[in-house]
């Protein structure tokens, strides 16, 4: 009842400026947190950045707190993934998820996915 819809992947180079989006469309009235994960070739699901979509509350992956920056739109049901200082590290496929539940950290809390967008960070 949910779908999503993501933007702004591709080739950024070591040092750079990622930005991607979310847009979210639906029953979006019942959204409690949006969440951004990846996967990286040849490993698990991991969890990058959550936002609570009333409160605004963000989590961060240790990976990433102090780099990425996680925010939403309210108006334009559009949740944003920014950093301006891309690793090599960080190239996967990325995947904006929703969940309508507290649950924030887990690929099992969040029964609403987009189709990915890949990331290659070229160094």
């Known amino acids: 009842q949910v779908q999503l819809v993501e933007s702004g992947g591709g080739l950024v180079q070591a040092g750079g400026s990622l930005r991607l989006s979310c847009a979210a469309s639906?029953?979006?009235?019942?959204?409690?947190?949006m969440a951004w994960f990846r996967q990286a070739p040849g490993k698990g699901r991991e969890f990058v950045a959550g936002?609570?979509?009333?409160?605004?509350?963000?989590y961060y992956a240790d990976s990433v707190k102090g780099r990425f920056t996680i925010s939403r739109d309210k108006v334009k049901n559009t949740v944003y993934l920014q950093t301006n200082n891309v690793k090599p590290g960080d190239t996967a496929d990325y995947y904006c998820a929703a969940g309508v539940a507290p649950g924030f950290n887990q690929p099992s809390d969040y029964p609403y996915w987009g189709q990915g967008t890949q990331v290659t960070v070229s160094s």
């Open positions: 936002i609570r979509w009333g409160g605004g509350y963000t």
């Open positions: 639906g029953r979006t009235f019942s959204l409690y947190t």
